[in-house]
């Protein structure tokens, strides 16, 4: 068997640590997965669920209810037992506070109802047939009821003491620069956590940590270091490892309710003058994976993608200006006054801004050298760094020209898709302002739930795929870098390329668990 | 109560010229000094009236009521019988500077260190729209730093200040009192600053020009000798008020009141025996600040003749000979 | 005492100006800060998750004068409510671990560089014409007049990364429990060592030259000539004669000097990470925590405005000539 | 008489306009000659200036655009290697010099205008408009700017060059403002502001061509003071992020350093050169300055007569004691 | 009063109390030196008081400085000799130095204001020279403190004072007590009263003269006000540009002036009961130390320059035994 103990140093960028332990008010990301597990959670990576709390769960026949059923003998860290009462409980809170209805189920009313069945069972009832509404279930932490009616104001309510269900829930001290939060002495898993204890420690930015993890203060870093290899690698070959797997993708999106957006040859044209690999190498420092699929998703949803939609369009993503120019000059983008501009068919002045948050270095970095390449085939575009705040309303809005953004990475890409097209989502999200929408595209969401079957799923997302390709409503760029350092001078286990257990993000509720679990002395 | 010169009527009379400023920035304490207190003096054309007294007693203070820097709290000062106020109403202020010029004690802060002589003495004759014409401009400056010794004049009035020495500034900054051709010209202790050697140069360049344009001076000194030597008449002022004046000769030779015979005495006289008998004045009391509310004779004090009357109400003006006057229960 | 009164009336009116100014600020200014908080959460917070935060925080409502009547009287109790970069923390409790620290280290530091100041100076003023006088006033000007945050960094990349020799960040080493150990107490005085070296090294050109200005100026004074004319030792007439006038002007120029110092103080502590005001309030503005920003801004201005007094006093002290 | 003195006028008349300009060039010469740390300072920022004045039209590569690999170093094509995104370090340097040292001078002229105007306004009116002036030259002067500045930036947005320098030179008139006040009111206090009056010059005159040369090298010192100010926090409010990026300055320079983490992967040169530059043109203002300082106050302007009394005094004093002895 | 007496050197002891000769002190100034003393040569013996009158900068201040040897940078003592009864002054290593300084030579300085340090109570500037020179516990020095304020006329209560809590009368006295302090036997006096008004400057000079006939110093007593002049010294020392141009008791000076210079002085001043007439005072104006001529300094403002004027430097000839004075034409007269 793995040795045991140790403690395990993280970086938090944070301003300072408070004895704030509700994973529902958690900034930090240091309460959900590590004090608090979830029922069961979604192993995207291996393609699985991974039970927790819950030993299993089940989905009605006609997908109108589903019932989750715990673990035995279960024990919230301050030995009280751990029910169904306490599951419904919590999301009884979800429905009176807005904050704990993590992923809306009760807000957009599709769970109507959240049933006791037994000690151990809870029914979850649907206002209408659902197979993935799990996905969403899964995101819930059940919080211990006879500690949270003690509060006055549950919006408010701190849990100082971090009773939870967690790996680690003993406070040793928290200091506003450092915390310290050790084995939970009544976890369900047998001999996990291997280790004792784990630190967090607070950090203002990424510089920071950067020689922090080049010192070895630091276990497992989740954060983005210039020159990985030079500089973190480099310090102390033998334990100093980096594994950047595939994380969200990027787009430059376009809105094409406007000129020159309107317009897909223009669009396409945008897109064949771009050269990926060197905007990774470059912008994004060489991390991210250049993003050559045309279907709306990057390499970390990689097994849903259809291969097929490559021969049809793949040349939309590959690099090539000359294809570019002449895209242009046949639709009648030309330079007519001559001063190595090209201006619209009707002879006006074509120029437009590519939106960006300023601050964020590599995107800002990613858009001056995507103006540098449309400079390369005669279209003048520029740089607007903009505040979050301004940047957050235009996109959501539609008001912006072009815009370098993310997209929604969750459960499955369906849901990406959702973000992208689904009309309610119009006004909503970021990733919905370009102004491609149709009927047929929200039935197909709307109606994804309701499919039980796997090739019936598949079949949707691969129109969905071919949708995005054709109309081109944003112009993939690459998948971001999932941000991830590990120092095995002392634990091991970590996941890598080699062992790609889970996806390696610490920041997030039950990636973080399994990988915590995992971690044994050298 | 006024000097009277029986041959022509004064060029400007002051009476009973009072000043009070307020002291202390604060809104809380505010006191209020008389720097002036009913004081009235005549300057005739021709002549110079001196005006000597003790730091802080006043003598700038007329001066720059008479100049219009300051303005009286009460009393009228009238120009060729007409008071000032309508003067100005008239030719505006500067009308009013066109009549009346002043000369500064301090030849090293009163020509401006920026601006070459020649712009110094132009500036008022093109305010004063004295001459027309560049040409003209220049002939005019040259010929007034002529007049006040200032030669080879071309030269000097392409100097800076900077470059000139004490007296060579002080002649300049009378030349630019006479660009205006004033009736009156002010003179606050024209030559404290000046090394002892060319003050008398200076002196006597006002006096011939006194005599030579006719125009009045007021002669601010502290120095007894030279107002003597300088002006036909003299007043001597303690405290915001004029004591004693006539004459210059009466007063300096003939003076009366315990002020101006104190005055007098401390003069430092070579050969003079080397203790005087000054301890009757000695140590009595301060200098006392005047205020509107105070009463008597501000000299009550330290007078080794004062009665209790003195501290309770000022004194009449007293006239004692034909061209000299007392503020003193002393000849009441 | 009058001036004193005076004095004090001014900083409070200047702080009721500052207060008025900062409850301004985020109603006249564009931006959210719940949407801050979505920005520095990378995409990590669902949107109808962020409008339920919104409703949470809840600006207060009601017309503008009984808002500032509100904010007014919070400032004077010292309830400011919640931050909401660290909610559901208390921006009082924010205050109360941050602060001390800025007031330690910008304290030290600026009386290190203003004692330095005036024995450089004094001596620079003294010595006229020898090499050190004539070197080292302009050298600390231009030492001065490098930007903050370029010292930080040189200092941090040389002393801390290259040379390993002193810490890097924090105010003492994490894993200590703050006590007055001398362990404790020695992992302070190693991590204040690169920051104070910054704020030196800064501000200290500044005082160099008031004190030597002021220096140069007292001892062309015939007080200078007098006291060596009565045979006073050199000591006594430096000390007690000399350096007592010439710290006048620069108790003056106290005012500039604790802007300088504050805002050098701000780069310092973002460099090294030291856990004070200026960090803090650069991490505040990112999130747009509006609480948290016009906390730290009074609290800064308070500072620089009791700093003022203080040096009004201390001129009080030495100078009999405003006692009245 | 008139006749007798026109040829004299107009021989003179002629050399008058040139000779000012004469004076001029001679105090300007004056006031290097023999100064030491004025002339280095001066001649740090004279070649700054024209270096980043016409060195733009010179520079082999566009500041913005990738030029060759991430961090080149140093060498014959690229002076002053590369930064991160492959851009020239050099012509970033020069072009972002002209942004650079525009702001500062923006922000030097705009502080400086405001603190002529109240600064003489206060002083040469005095009564209640000085009361208010003062005070509120006080205020502003007692808060302290930089996190004012870092406030407002970021809560205005991405503000690019010319909104910094017109908000440090909004907020940063005060201190020249205060030393403005003071001489003025000692000038004013100055017999020829008096005699001006009684000459009958108006106020305006008064203060434009009577106080105003007198208060030039205070405006001038005021004015290097605002403009070192500016280029440093301009430098400092850009290394924060809250300025815009996309513009090439010396604090955007430092900022984009600073996040492509240049000091950790070895591509000193890319924080080195804005930091040593911005610290040398900080320097060399400071030494301006201070010979600023020196001819307003000539007390403390050390020159080399002082070392040659030091020499002569050190013969005669050896002599003396070789005597006594 | 514990003063550690102050050696006199035996071997050359003249009977004067100071004697100075052909001292010369420099100004390096930037554009060249400056002469602003230039060889003079005087004495001033016990009790008595000596006067030194000319215009601004003729080197009296500079003069009376290099006598306590209080010049500063940039000036410089280049050549000549000061002895103090006897003793070498230039050569006093730093501690004879401090003690010569007020124990044997005080000084009052032009302007009471600017002596007294105005952020120093007045007792604490009275009583630490007392403690830097003799061995008294504090309290004992407060009260010789005391007593000096109330020899010169003021309150003991003025000790606890600030200066700007006196009159400039009350300060000047302050400094005359500070300067009798240690019972010197010379005491140097730079202008002391140009600054003040004519009944104070009497009272302040009554006193000085009643504690003069009490303690019996010697005072080097400097001014351009030659009437002030005449009544109070005892011989009378008349500067022009850094020279000493006629030197003799003050009735000599007075009524006898040799130097064509002196005798410009005096027609200067008006008098108050004397004839009144014009007076011609000197033309021209103080020569500019930089560009100094060939020969006598006063050749330009004088009416009667001949040819030797132009070339030489006049020598101080000898009128009678206590009479002298630097002018070709006495020379030529004497020689003729
Ligand atoms: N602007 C002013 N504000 C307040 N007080 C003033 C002002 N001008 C003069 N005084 C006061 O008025 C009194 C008389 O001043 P004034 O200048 O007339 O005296 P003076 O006789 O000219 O003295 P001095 O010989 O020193 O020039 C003084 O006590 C002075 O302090
Ligand atoms: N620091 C200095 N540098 C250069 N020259 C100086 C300096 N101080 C004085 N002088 C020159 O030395 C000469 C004598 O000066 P000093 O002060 O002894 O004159 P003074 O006779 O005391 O004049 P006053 O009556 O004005 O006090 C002057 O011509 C002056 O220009
Ligand atoms: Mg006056
Ligand atoms: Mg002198």
């Not at chain 2, 009236?49 to 100049?67: P, Y």
Request: proline letters at 5%.
């Amino acid at each position: 068997a793995p040795s045991k103990g140790g403690t395990l140093t993280v970086p938090v960028i944070a301003t300072a640590f408070t004895k704030s332990f509700n994973p529902y008010i958690d900034n930090l990301n240091v309460v959900g997965g590590m004090i608090f597990e979830t029922l069961a959670f979604t192993n995207v990576m291996q393609g699985e669920t991974s039970l927790r709390l819950a030993e299993g769960y089940e989905y009605a026949e006609d997908y109108r209810s589903i019932t989750y059923t715990l673990r035995e003998d279960l024990t919230w860290s301050d030995g009280k037992p751990l029910t169904a009462d306490d599951v419904v409980y919590t999301f009884e809170l979800a429905r009176e506070v807005p904050v704990y209805d993590l992923a809306g189920v009760l807000a957009s009313g599709l769970v109507t109802e959240v049933t006791r069945v037994s000690d151990r069972e809870i029914r979850f009832d649907l206002a209408k047939p659902d197979s993935t509404v799990h996905w969403d279930l899964n995101r819930y932490m059940p919080l211990p009821r006879h500690v949270w009616e003690q509060a006055s104001d549950p919006a408010t309510f701190t849990n100082p003491e971090a009773i939870g269900s967690g790996p680690v829930t003993e406070i040793e001290y928290v200091r506003p620069q450092q915390m310290e939060i050790c084995r939970n002495p009544h976890y369900y898993q047998e001999d996990r956590p291997y280790l004792n204890c784990v630190r967090y420690r607070a950090f203002n930015d990424n510089s920071q940590i950067q020689p922090a993890l080049m010192n070895g203060e630091i276990d497992w870093g989740s954060n983005f270091i210039a020159d990985v290899e030079k500089t973190y690698v480099a310090a102390d070959p033998e334990n100093h490892h980096y594994w950047y797997p595939a994380n969200d993708a990027i787009h430059l999106y376009l809105n094409t309710r406007q000129a020159p957006f309107d317009d897909l040859a223009f669009r396409q044209a945008v897109s064949v003058a771009l050269d990926r690999e060197a905007i990774v190498d470059l912008a994004a420092y060489g991390y991210p994976t250049a993003n050559f699929f045309p279907g709306g998703i990057g390499d970390y949803y990689a097994d849903y993608m259809d291969e097929s939609l490559m021969e049809e369009y793949g040349w939309l993503t590959q690099y090539d200006p000359d294809r570019a120019r002449q895209l242009l000059d046949e639709a009648g983008y030309q330079d007519v006054d001559g001063d190595g501009q090209r201006e619209l068919p009707d002879g006006s002045e074509l120029s437009f801004d590519i939106q960006v948050v300023n601050g964020w270095t590599d995107w800002v970095q990613t858009v001056l050298m995507i103006t540098e390449y449309l400079q390369d085939v005669g279209i003048e575009a520029n740089v607007n760094a903009v505040e979050w705040g301004v940047y957050d309303q235009s996109l959501k809005e539609g008001d912006y020209q072009a815009a370098i953004n993310w997209s929604l990475l969750s459960t499955h890409p369906i849901q990406t898709f959702k973000e992208y097209y689904h009309t309610s989502r119009v006004g909503q999200t970021w990733h919905a302002g370009h102004g491609v929408h149709s009927e047929r595209v929200d039935e197909l969401i709307e109606d994804f739930g309701s499919l039980t079957d796997a090739d019936a799923k598949q079949d949707t997302l691969d129109q969905l795929q071919r949708f995005t390709a054709e109309k081109l409503p944003f112009v993939p760029l690459f998948s971001n870098a999932t941000w991830f350092q590990y120092n095995t001078s002392e634990f091991v286990g970590w996941p890598n390329a080699e062992d790609p257990y889970v996806h390696p993000v610490f920041y997030s509720t039950g990636n973080n668990t399994l990988i915590f679990n995992h971690l044994h002395k050298k | 109560m006024t000097m009277t010169n029986e041959a022509n009527a004064p060029i400007v009379s002051a009476r009973d010229l009072t000043k009070d400023f307020t002291l202390g920035g604060s809104l809380l304490e505010r006191t209020t000094m008389r720097a002036l207190n009913a004081v009235s003096f005549d300057l005739y054309s021709g002549e110079a009236l001196a005006i000597v007294g003790e730091s802080g007693s006043g003598k700038s203070t007329s001066a720059r009521i008479l100049s219009q820097v300051h303005e009286a709290s009460s009393g009228e000062v009238t120009y060729r019988g007409q008071p000032m106020h309508e003067l100005i109403a008239q030719g505006g202020k500067r009308g009013f500077a066109s009549r009346v010029q002043m000369i500064f004690q301090d030849p090293f802060g009163s020509l401006n260190p920026v601006h070459r002589i020649f712009y110094q003495i132009a500036r008022p004759l093109q305010i004063h729209g004295k001459v027309r014409g560049k040409a003209a401009l220049r002939a005019r400056v040259i010929e007034l730093l002529e007049t006040v010794g200032l030669t080879p004049a071309a030269e000097t009035a392409d100097k800076f200040p900077y470059e000139l020495s004490g007296g060579q500034r002080q002649r300049v900054a009378i030349a630019r009192a006479l660009a205006v051709e004033p009736d009156v010209i002010l003179a606050d202790e024209p030559i404290s600053m000046l090394d002892v050697s060319i003050r008398l140069g200076i002196l006597n360049l006002m006096m011939d020009l006194k005599d030579q344009h006719d125009i009045a001076f007021m002669y601010i000194t502290h120095d007894i000798a030279t107002a003597r030597y300088f002006a036909e008449r003299t007043a001597v002022m303690y405290v915001g008020h004029m004591v004693e004046w006539g004459n210059s000769d009466a007063v300096t030779q003939n003076p009366q009141h315990p002020y101006t015979q104190l005055l007098l005495a401390a003069v430092p006289q070579p050969g003079a025996q080397k203790h005087r008998d000054m301890s009757q004045y000695q140590h009595k009391a301060d200098i006392p600040m005047w205020q509107p509310e105070s009463t008597g004779c501000p000299f009550a004090q330290r007078c080794p003749h004062a009665r209790a009357e003195c501290s309770t109400r000022l004194p009449e003006v007293t006239r004692i000979a034909k061209d000299h006057f007392v503020r003193c229960y002393l000849y009441e | 005492m009058r001036y004193i009164t005076s004095r004090f009336l001014f900083y409070f009116v200047a702080f009721l100006i500052a207060i008025s100014f900062n409850f301004l600020l985020p109603r006249i200014m564009p931006g959210d800060p719940v949407d801050a908080l979505f920005a520095g959460s990378a995409g990590q917070l669902d949107p109808s998750q962020m409008d339920a935060i919104r409703a949470m925080y809840g600006f207060s409502e009601g017309p503008l004068w009984s808002q500032y009547l509100q904010y007014v009287k919070s400032v004077f109790t010292g309830d400011l409510g919640p931050s909401v970069l660290m909610y559901p923390t208390d921006v009082t409790t924010v205050l109360g671990f941050t602060f001390p620290w800025t007031l330690f280290l910008i304290g030290l530091g600026v009386t290190t560089a203003i004692i330095l100041g005036l024995i450089l100076g004094t001596i620079a003023a003294y010595k006229r014409g020898n090499w050190f006088a004539s070197l080292f006033p302009p050298m600390a000007a231009v030492l001065s007049s490098m930007p903050a945050v370029v010292t930080a960094l040189l200092v941090f990349y040389l002393f801390g990364l290259k040379l390993q020799w002193f810490p890097m960040s924090y105010a003492a080493d994490p894993s200590l429990a703050p006590a007055w150990t001398a362990e404790y107490l020695g992992s302070v005085a190693r991590h204040a060592v690169l920051p104070l070296l910054v704020i030196v090294l800064v501000s200290l050109a500044q005082w160099v030259m008031t004190m030597r200005n002021a220096m140069i100026n007292v001892l062309g004074e015939d007080i200078i000539t007098m006291a060596e004319a009565k045979g006073l030792s050199q000591s006594r007439i430096m000390l007690r004669y000399a350096s007592r006038n010439a710290v006048l002007p620069v108790v003056t120029s106290v005012a500039m000097g604790l802007g300088f110092a504050v805002a050098g103080q701000i780069f310092i502590e973002i460099v090294f990470n030291y856990p004070g005001v200026g960090n803090t309030l650069l991490k505040a503005i990112n999130a747009r925590d509006y609480p948290l920003v016009q906390a730290l801004l009074l609290l800064i201005v308070a500072f620089v405005l009791i700093g003022n007094f203080i040096a009004d006093l201390t001129y009080l002290w030495l100078d009999p000539r405003l006692r009245k | 008489m008139t006749d007798t003195s026109l040829p004299i006028a107009s021989s003179r008349k002629t050399p008058m306009v040139p000779s000012r300009l004469r004076q001029l060039l001679r105090n300007i010469a004056a006031f290097f000659q023999g100064n030491m740390s004025a002339s280095i300072g001066g001649g740090v920022m004279a070649l700054v200036i024209v270096a980043c004045l016409i060195g733009p039209f010179f520079t082999a590569h566009a500041p913005d655009e990738r030029v060759a690999r991430p961090h080149v170093e140093p060498n014959a094509e690229h002076v002053l290697g590369t930064t991160r995104q492959g851009r020239d370090v050099f012509s970033q340097l020069l072009h972002g010099g002209r942004a650079s040292l525009s702001v500062a001078f923006i922000a030097g002229a705009i502080s400086t205008v405001i603190s002529i105007l109240v600064g003489i306004s206060a002083g040469y009116f005095g009564g209640r408009i000085d009361q208010w002036l003062n005070f509120a030259m006080n205020v502003v002067l007692v808060f302290p700017q930089l996190p004012l500045l870092i406030v407002l930036a970021a809560f205005l947005g991405q503000v690019g060059p010319v909104v910094i320098a017109l908000l440090i030179g909004i907020t940063s008139w005060p201190w020249g403002a205060r030393v403005v006040r003071s001489q003025t009111m000692a000038i004013r206090q100055k017999e020829f502001i008096l005699a001006a009056e009684c000459m009958g010059e108006s106020r305006l005159r008064i203060v434009l061509v009577e106080i105003l040369p007198n208060l030039i090298s205070i405006v001038a010192g005021s004015f290097v003071g605002v403009v070192m100010y500016a280029l440093i926090n301009e430098a400092g409010l850009e290394f924060l992020g809250l300025g815009d990026p996309t513009v090439v300055t010396w604090g955007t320079m430092l900022y984009w350093a600073q996040s492509s983490a240049a000091l950790y992967t070895g591509g000193w040169w890319e924080m080195i050169v804005p930091a040593v530059t911005i610290a040398l043109v900080g320097g060399a203002m400071a030494l301006i300055n201070m010979s600023i300082d020196q001819v307003s106050n000539p007390k403390l302007k050390t020159g080399p007569h002082i070392k040659r009394w030091r020499k002569l005094n050190r013969i005669i004093q050896a002599k003396r004691q070789r005597g006594a002895s | 009063m514990a003063i550690q007496a102050f050696q006199p050197a035996t071997d050359e002891d003249t009977g004067e109390l100071l004697e100075i000769r052909h001292l010369c002190v420099d100004y390096v100034s930037p554009k060249g030196m400056v002469r602003a003393v230039n060889d003079v040569s005087l004495s001033i013996r016990p009790g008595e008081t000596l006067g030194l009158a000319g215009e601004s900068g003729c080197g009296k201040s500079t003069l009376a400085f290099s006598i306590a040897r209080l010049h500063k940078a940039p000036a410089l003592i280049s050549e000549g000799e000061i002895r103090y009864r006897g003793r070498d002054v230039l050569s006093m290593n730093k501690r004879t130095l401090r003690q010569f300084r007020w124990n044997e030579v005080s000084v009052v300085f032009q302007s009471a204001m600017n002596s007294l340090n105005p952020v120093i109570t007045i007792g604490e500037q009275i009583t630490d020279v007392i403690l830097a020179h003799c061995k008294v516990r504090k309290k004992e020095a407060w009260r010789q403190g005391e007593e000096l304020l109330q020899t010169v006329g003021l309150h003991a209560s003025r000790m606890d004072s600030f200066p700007h809590q006196l009159s400039g009368g009350m300060r000047q006295r302050v400094v005359i007590a500070i300067a009798l302090a240690l019972r010197p036997r010379l005491i140097i006096m730079d202008e002391p009263t140009t600054a003040l008004d004519v009944v104070v400057e009497r009272e302040i000079m009554d006193e000085l003269y009643q504690l003069k006939d009490r303690f019996g110093f010697s005072i080097l007593f400097i001014s351009h006000d030659l009437s002030l002049m005449g009544e109070i010294a005892d011989r009378i020392g008349i500067m022009y540009a850094g020279k000493l141009v006629e030197l003799g008791s003050a009735d000599e000076v007075f009524y006898h002036p040799q130097h064509p210079y002196t005798r410009g002085l005096l027609n200067s001043f008006p008098t108050i009961h004397g004839p009144r007439e014009r007076l011609y005072g000197i033309p021209g104006n103080p020569l500019n130390l930089l560009e100094a001529p060939e020969g006598c300094y006063f050749q330009d403002r004088c009416e009667r320059c001949f040819s030797p004027c132009r070339t030489h430097d006049p020598e101080m000839i000898p009128v009678s035994s206590t009479h002298r004075a630097a002018c070709h034409e006495l020379a030529e007269r004497t020689a003729g």
